[in-house]
């Protein structure tokens, strides 16, 4: 699994990320609102209080990390995503919890929550996971590994010989690195840099006996747990996997660093800081200048937490609360080692048999329907059909990445316009874009440069893209673009043709291997006019556009969401059958909230799938009895959004990119599109049916707000894991057609 903060709440991350690899779709958290006015007679504690929602979220990546009968090196990794969750988690929520409280905004949250009450709260919860973090890594996790001889190692536990190598090797490859720096009247403590894991060395020299201070940087550059054995090994049980931590090597060699003084303790600790942009974009005449001198700021954030290792001294804490100035609850004493964000270095080892089962992305059956190697025309087969994709299941480099590449070959293609929210270092996608505007096609990249944590990327995308010739816009002036688009203008008998594809993830070839998405490709005139007119929207002045099948953010999708549950609740109030069923990463905008609560007291049956944040309080009596809200994590990120109205018989379905907050709904450009299809309808009504059923194992959320795992029968035996059934069925289904 992994996670998406944009978050996008996180959990599974990119394992293909650097440089911690467990910074999943990464964790964008909402943001705060104040509370709710009731109506309609509801009551004042109607919703969860999110920010503990998000952190409940996280405990249930930490018992995926708990679960004994799941493959050991995921569980290693899940281990690393919950730490990578938290840290996001503190450089976002805590720190902008933290504004609230100094300037003094004193209004509640939707929960009915102070933002005092509300931080005391969180950390306390912050806190105790993270002792439970660090005791299912050393207590359980840490046994296990070694029972398949996989070993993390202190230093005495090294055989001469070793210690010789790692001595050769701290030499040449670590020293020259490192930077110790002293803490006396000439030298003011240092700044200390936001998730960095340092060293505090306590040193005495020898002819004063006076004891002095110094702080040393852990290297990032370097690999946080430093195989002993070689990279190669650990690849069956009866190649042993040794693994020492980096600051351990650099402890024992502290005297190499303070040459003629005598080393009396060292300790490790890391600060999370403040990593929240902030960027005024009505003043900014520059955005990519605002935002790049924000990114510089970034770096020097106030810090909103501090953690050390259990056994550091208290003349150390003190020192470090009172130069680094952290109240003493935002202090987190852990055992070591710290920062377990680095347990992707075990994770990654290649023990088979410790992982999932790999699995093969299939191309759809409408797109190669006899499973050969040749590449489909995937215009031909839009023209045929609307194809709906369903990744990693079906495979995104068959289907999206070649709709693109094959675009930007065929010379009967005019234009393309693309957004970009995420995407990787080595992207196709950018590259299909280039090559078309270098063979002379009009091209337009919509890059949202704001994408938090991957601004600097995209804006060095930005700029290759408009080097090659791309016509490069930034949407919106207080918007971020969240929509996933893209259109396509093909001359076919001298006719314009427009062929689209939208979607619930992003143009990211990497993470559709580990997000579980959405995609829609179509030819219909409808949908390429109502992109089409997006797109103008977004690069030009198109204020009034209105569209037919798309709900467009911040314009019509909430109102048009509650439009059709409100036309649930009237068809259930003529007696006929009503049932509103959501998919979403996020529950949280108060008023489609409440929609739900009127539906669900008019009778409407309301199903809720959410993977990450939930503020909606479902089974609560008189108010939402026919509610559920339930919750699938594992080995993919659960990422797509899908909204289902019963629509008197005739089903809407939407797919899209929005998810149910105030940023998404307010704050950002998100885009639904209406399926068209009965067959893709029928598909997707019984994939969410398969995702509710009481044998699929999930969490289920209590009106108290309590998640509850299911995931075994009264008999003890496993329920089925809905992604290892579509695994299964995508299988099962190419082997009949082969």
């Given at each position: 699994?992994?996670?998406?903060?944009?978050?996008?709440?996180?959990?599974?991350?990119?394992?293909?990320?650097?440089?911690?690899?467990?910074?999943?779709?990464?964790?964008?958290?909402?943001?705060?609102?104040?509370?709710?006015?009731?109506?309609?007679?509801?009551?004042?504690?109607?919703?969860?209080?999110?920010?503990?929602?998000?952190?409940?979220?996280?405990?249930?990546?930490?018992?995926?990390?708990?679960?004994?009968?799941?493959?050991?090196?995921?569980?290693?990794?899940?281990?690393?995503?919950?730490?990578?969750?938290?840290?996001?988690?503190?450089?976002?929520?805590?720190?902008?919890?933290?504004?609230?409280?100094?300037?003094?905004?004193?209004?509640?949250?939707?929960?009915?929550?102070?933002?005092?009450?509300?931080?005391?709260?969180?950390?306390?919860?912050?806190?105790?996971?993270?002792?439970?973090?660090?005791?299912?890594?050393?207590?359980?996790?840490?046994?296990?590994?070694?029972?398949?001889?996989?070993?993390l190692v202190r230093w005495d536990e090294l055989a001469q010989p070793e210690q010789d190598r790692l001595g050769t090797w701290f030499k040449e490859q670590v020293f020259p690195v490192l930077t110790p720096l002293a803490v006396d009247p000439a030298h003011p403590f240092p700044y200390i840099s936001g998730l960095s894991l340092n060293l505090a060395v306590l040193v005495r020299n020898p002819l004063t006996n006076k004891q002095l201070f110094a702080r040393l940087k852990v290297p990032d550059a370097l690999p946080r747990l430093v195989s002993v054995d070689g990279p190669r090994a650990g690849h069956s049980k009866n190649s042993p996997?040794?693994?020492?931590?980096?600051?351990?090597?650099?402890?024992?060699?502290?005297?190499?660093?303070?040459?003629?003084?005598?080393?009396?303790?060292?300790?490790?600790?890391?600060?999370?800081?403040?990593?929240?942009?902030?960027?005024?974009?009505?003043?900014?005449?520059?955005?990519?200048?605002?935002?790049?001198?924000?990114?510089?700021?970034?770096?020097?954030?106030?810090?909103?937490?501090?953690?050390?290792?259990?056994?550091?001294?208290?003349?150390?804490?003190?020192?470090?609360?009172?130069?680094?100035?952290?109240?003493?609850?935002?202090?987190?004493?852990?055992?070591?080692?710290?920062?377990?964000?680095?347990?992707?270095?075990?994770?990654?080892?290649?023990?088979?048999?410790?992982?999932?089962?790999?699995?093969?992305?299939?191309?759809?059956?409408?797109?190669?329907?006899?499973?050969?190697?040749?590449?489909?025309?995937?215009?031909?087969?839009?023209?045929?059909?609307?194809?709906?994709?369903?990744?990693?299941?079906?495979?995104?480099?068959?289907?999206?990445?070649?709709?693109?590449?094959?675009?930007?070959?065929?010379?009967?293609?005019?234009?393309?316009?693309?957004?970009?929210?995420?995407?990787?270092?080595?992207?196709?996608?950018?590259?299909?874009?280039?090559?078309?505007?270098?063979?002379?096609?009009?091209?337009?990249?919509?890059?949202?440069?704001?994408?938090?944590?991957?601004?600097?990327?995209?804006?060095?995308?930005?700029?290759?893209?408009?080097?090659?010739?791309?016509?490069?816009?930034?949407?919106?002036?207080?918007?971020?673009?969240?929509?996933?688009?893209?259109?396509?203008?093909?001359?076919?008998?001298?006719?314009?043709?427009?062929?689209?594809?939208?979607?619930?993830?992003?143009?990211?070839?990497?993470?559709?291997?580990?997000?579980?998405?959405?995609?829609?490709?179509?030819?219909?005139?409808?949908?390429?006019?109502?992109?089409?007119?997006?797109?103008?929207?977004?690069?030009?002045?198109?204020?009034?556009?209105?569209?037919?099948?798309?709900?467009?953010?911040?314009?019509?999708?909430?109102?048009?969401?509650?439009?059709?549950?409100?036309?649930?609740?009237?068809?259930?109030?003529?007696?006929?059958?009503?049932?509103?069923?959501?998919?979403?990463?996020?529950?949280?905008?108060?008023?489609?909230?409440?929609?739900?609560?009127?539906?669900?007291?008019?009778?409407?049956?309301?199903?809720?799938?959410?993977?990450?944040?939930?503020?909606?309080?479902?089974?609560?009596?008189?108010?939402?009895?026919?509610?559920?809200?339930?919750?699938?994590?594992?080995?993919?990120?659960?990422?797509?959004?899908?909204?289902?109205?019963?629509?008197?018989?005739?089903?809407?379905?939407?797919?899209?990119?929005?998810?149910?907050?105030?940023?998404?709904?307010?704050?950002?450009?998100?885009?639904?599109?209406?399926?068209?299809?009965?067959?893709?309808?029928?598909?997707?009504?019984?994939?969410?049916?398969?995702?509710?059923?009481?044998?699929?194992?999930?969490?289920?959320?209590?009106?108290?707000?309590?998640?509850?795992?299911?995931?075994?029968?009264?008999?003890?035996?496993?329920?089925?894991?809905?992604?290892?059934?579509?695994?299964?069925?995508?299988?099962?289904?190419?082997?009949?057609?082969?």
């Open positions: 699994m992994t996670v998406d903060n944009d978050s996008e709440n996180s959990a599974l991350p990119d394992r293909d990320t650097t440089p911690s690899k467990a910074t999943v779709d990464r964790i964008e958290l909402p943001e705060f609102a104040p509370a709710a006015e009731p109506e309609g007679g509801f009551s004042l504690d109607r919703f969860l209080d999110r920010e503990m929602s998000w952190l409940d979220f996280n405990a249930r990546v930490l018992e995926l990390a708990e679960d004994p009968d799941l493959f050991l090196l995921e569980r290693v990794n899940f281990l690393s995503i919950f730490a990578s969750n938290l840290d996001e988690f503190f450089m976002v929520r805590v720190a902008g919890l933290k504004r609230r409280i100094a300037a003094d905004i004193a209004v509640p949250t939707a929960a009915g929550v102070n933002p005092v009450d509300q931080l005391e709260a969180l950390l306390g919860r912050a806190h105790e996971l993270q002792v439970r973090h660090a005791r299912a890594f050393a207590e359980s996790v840490v046994p296990a590994l070694a029972d398949e001889n996989i070993h996997a040794r693994f020492i931590p980096l600051e351990k090597v650099i402890g024992v060699h502290l005297e190499a660093l303070f040459p003629g003084m005598e080393v009396v303790e060292f300790h490790t600790f890391r600060v999370t800081r403040n990593e929240d942009l902030e960027v005024e974009e009505d003043d900014a005449e520059n955005l990519l200048q605002a935002l790049e001198k924000e990114l510089l700021r970034r770096r020097f954030g106030p810090p909103v937490r501090l953690e050390i290792a259990d056994d550091i001294s208290d003349s150390v804490r003190d020192l470090l609360v009172r130069e680094l100035g952290v109240s003493q609850d935002e202090v987190f004493s852990l055992p070591s080692p710290l920062d377990l964000r680095g347990l992707g270095d075990i994770a990654g080892i290649d023990r088979r048999d410790l992982h999932y089962p790999k699995h093969l992305a299939r191309t759809s059956r409408f797109l190669n329907e006899s499973e050969t190697s040749k590449a489909a025309d995937v215009f031909a087969a839009v023209r045929r059909r609307d194809i709906l994709l369903h990744h990693p299941y079906d495979s995104f480099s068959t289907s999206v990445q070649a709709f693109l590449e094959q675009a930007a070959a065929d010379p009967k293609v005019v234009a393309i316009k693309q957004t970009l929210y995420r995407t990787s270092g080595d992207s196709p996608i950018v590259d299909a874009l280039i090559d078309a505007a270098e063979a002379g096609k009009q091209v337009l990249a919509l890059v949202e440069i704001k994408a938090r944590f991957d601004e600097q990327a995209n804006i060095s995308w930005a700029r290759k893209l408009e080097q090659a010739g791309v016509h490069v816009v930034y949407g919106i002036v207080g918007l971020k673009t969240h929509s996933k688009l893209s259109l396509v203008v093909r001359r076919e008998k001298g006719i314009m043709r427009r062929y689209v594809h939208i979607g619930t993830g992003n143009y990211h070839p990497r993470t559709a291997r580990y997000y579980e998405d959405l995609g829609l490709l179509t030819c219909d005139e409808q949908v390429g006019e109502d992109v089409s007119k997006l797109f103008n929207q977004l690069s030009g002045y198109a204020p009034k556009t209105t569209f037919k099948r798309l709900l467009v953010a911040p314009r019509s999708l909430r109102s048009g969401l509650i439009d059709l549950i409100e036309r649930e609740i009237a068809a259930r109030h003529k007696g006929l059958d009503a049932r509103v069923v959501i998919k979403v990463n996020s529950m949280v905008d108060e008023a489609i909230i409440d929609a739900l609560y009127r539906a669900s007291q008019a009778g409407v049956k309301v199903d809720v799938i959410v993977r990450g944040i939930c503020s909606l309080r479902p089974g609560v009596a008189g108010l939402s009895d026919n509610i559920r809200v339930r919750s699938v994590l594992g080995r993919f990120l659960e990422h797509s959004r899908v909204f289902a109205f019963s629509n008197e018989g005739e089903p809407i379905v939407y797919i899209g990119s929005a998810d149910m907050m105030h940023r998404n709904l307010d704050r950002r450009v998100e885009a639904l599109v209406a399926l068209s299809n009965a067959e893709d309808k029928a598909e997707l009504l019984a994939l969410l049916d398969k995702y509710l059923d009481a044998g699929t194992a999930s969490w289920h959320l209590d009106a108290d707000g309590t998640w509850t795992r299911h995931h075994l029968d009264q008999s003890g035996s496993a329920l089925m894991d809905i992604q290892e059934y579509l695994l299964r069925s995508r299988e099962r289904s190419a082997a009949r057609r082969s």
